[in-house]
C-alpha cells in the first residue's frame, strides 16, 4: 500500500497532524512495535516554500519515508491527479496506482493503525472479486522467469519457421 503524503512543515494543521502521520507509520512499519513490517510505503510531497524547510521536516520524520524532490514539476501532476486542495492530505493507493482513499487524514487521526488493515483488504479484495469470469479466458499467470521463457520460445518458434522454410524449399528444389 503506497500514501501519498501532502504536506507542509510550516502549515499549523500539518505540524498538529504529522506526529500523528509519523506514529502511524512507526507502529505498521517498525520491528520495535511489529513482528513483520507491514507492506507500506510513504511518499512525502511538500508543499513547503524552500528545500531547506522541506529538509528539516523530512529530518523529523522516519528514515523509511520517501519524497518526492522539492523542485521537481511531477508534485503538481500529483496534486491535480488527485485533486488535493487543502494541506495535510493523505491519497492512499494499490501497488497499481489506484485510489484506495482519496484523503485519509480523518481515517488516520480516528482509528490510528487499525485502518490500514482495511486499506490492505480493498487492495486484496479489489484483485480477486471484480474479475469477471471471461476475465479469466484470456488471463496468464506470470512468473519472474516468465520473460525469459518468453524470449526462449520466441527464439524457438524462429528456428521452427526457419527449419520448416528449409524444408519447403528443399522439396521445391527435388
Known amino acids: 500500500v503506497l500514501l501519498l503524503y501532502f504536506g507542509s512543515g510550516q502549515c499549523p494543521r500539518c505540524r498538529q497532524f504529522s506526529p500523528l502521520l509519523k506514529d502511524f507509520f512507526l507502529r505498521l512499519t517498525d520491528e ?14 511538500s508543499r513547503d516554500e ?5 529538509s528539516a521536516f523530512l529530518r523529523s520524520m522516519p528514515k523509511r519515508w520517501l519524497a518526492v524532490p522539492f523542485g521537481d514539476a511531477f508534485k503538481r501532476e500529483l496534486e491535480l491527479r488527485f485533486a488535493v486542495s487543502e ?4 491519497v492512499v493507493l494499490r ?7 482519496g484523503n ?5 487521526r480516528r482509528m490510528g493503525p487499525a485502518c490500514f488493515r482495511n486499506w490492505q483488504e480493498a487492495a486484496q479484495l479489489v484483485d480477486r472479486n471484480f474479475l469477471l469470469a471471461e476475465d479469466f479466458d ?11 521463457r518468453r524470449l526462449k520460445y520466441k527464439l524457438d518458434k524462429e528456428t521452427e519457421a526457419k527449419n520448416k522454410e528449409r524444408q519447403e524449399e528443399g522439396e521445391e528444389s527435388s
Open 87 to 90: 494541506v495535510p492530505a493523505v
Open 104 to 108: 485519509a487524514v480523518e481515517e488516520i
Open 95 to 101: 501497488p497499481n496506482g489506484e485510489v484506495i482513499v
Open 32 to 45: 520495535f512495535y511489529v513482528e513483520r513490517a507491514s507492506q507500506l510505503v510513504l511518499v512525502y510531497v
Open 138 to 148: 484470456d488471463w496468464t499467470r506470470r512468473s519472474i522467469t516468465d520473460p525469459i
Open 50 to 54: 524552500t528545500e531547506e524547510q522541506q
